[in-house]
């Protein structure tokens, strides 16, 4: 460190590197490209820079750190630019590139998951790349198939609503994960026809006059819960309360007597809502959509039916 004529401190590119902690390499670059440039030189030639050299080249540091481009940094050490402006700016940037890795991150997770071959993950990043407006065709094609034709009935407009997925702009990389299996799940042909009947049936239980009511899974979910959690067995004759509460309210439901009939009619709806898939498809809904989990019918239906078929008569032979 010396002072030149006027008393002003001048460093050498040696010490500016030590107290920068940058390579004497380095410091000669920016020097070069116009960023940190020398303020004079000594009488041998060399370089020598002033004390605000130590600040725009710790500033510089920063900025690189940051990913900011050697160009915008030019640009902010002449002060052409503010800093806060530039600093948005990469900030933008940055947080495209991080969904764009979320999105890497998520298909290559899930192909890792499935262990499917090339063609597979064509598939999943095609998912995972849809914009919102191919996202919002898929989905309303999907409930489309779903529906058909009844959703203009008054209880499906809030139905179709709880089942349509809204990944957020910013999304997590598990939920572009659940996206892309949902979106995967809803082009199945066997799982659309599935959900039509379900629909259906659906509809079949409130297409009784009066108040809205309950369909079959919700009497059956909400009875069986406790016994689920008691570990009562559907074989036993602990269980014959829960059948009766069942079919009482089932029966009284549908405006039908309590009988043989009825409880086949029953259980057959219970088979065709009992598909684990529609499970799968609202456990990602609520993953995508940031809802709380946990609201499976599988076990109620399961342990239910077993219940069921077990004091059902056995066919004539």
């Known amino acids: 460190m010396v002072r030149d004529m006027n008393g002003e401190t001048r460093y050498t590119i040696g010490e500016l590197a030590r107290r920068t902690g940058l390579s004497v390499k380095t410091i000669r670059y920016y020097a070069d490209r116009g960023i940190v440039p020398p303020t004079d030189r000594s009488p041998a030639g060399y370089r020598r820079y002033g004390p605000d050299a130590v600040a725009r080249l710790e500033l510089v540091r920063t900025l690189r750190d940051l990913g900011v481009d050697l160009a915008a940094i030019r640009r902010v050490v002449d002060r052409e630019v503010p800093l806060a402006e530039v600093a948005a700016a990469h900030a933008e940037a940055l947080a495209v590139q991080i969904r764009v890795l979320r999105l ?103 297409d009784v006059p009066g108040l809205p009511r309950p369909d079959a899974v919700a009497v059956v979910r909400d009875a069986v819960a406790p016994a689920l959690a008691a570990g009562l067995d559907p074989a036993g004759p602990e269980a014959d ?60 239906l399961d342990w239910f039916s077993r219940a069921l078929r077990a004091r059902m008569p056995s066919p004539a032979c």
Do not use: C, K
């Open 241 to 300: 309360p829960v059948i009766r509460a069942v079919t009482t309210r089932y029966a009284g439901l549908s405006a039908s007597p309590d009988d043989a009939d009825l409880r086949r009619r029953l259980l057959d709806r219970l088979d065709t809502a009992n598909d684990p898939r529609r499970d799968r498809y609202l456990d990602l809904l609520a993953v995508i959509n940031g809802w709380s989990t946990g609201g499976a019918v599988a076990p109620a």
């Open 104 to 206: 890497r991150q998520a298909v290559l997770t899930e192909a890792a998951r499935r262990g499917g071959g090339a063609e597979q993950m064509e598939l999943l990043h095609r998912l995972a790349r849809l914009s919102g407006q191919e996202r919002h065709r898929l989905v309303t094609d999907f409930l489309d198939a779903v529906f058909d034709g009844a959703a203009t009935a008054p209880a499906y407009p809030g139905i179709m609503r709880s089942l349509t997925p809204e990944l957020p702009d910013d999304p997590r990389t598990e939920q572009v994960q659940a996206w892309v299996e949902l979106a995967e799940l809803a082009q199945d042909p066997d799982f659309r026809a599935s959900m039509r009947r379900l629909v259906r049936e659906y509809a079949a239980d409130h």
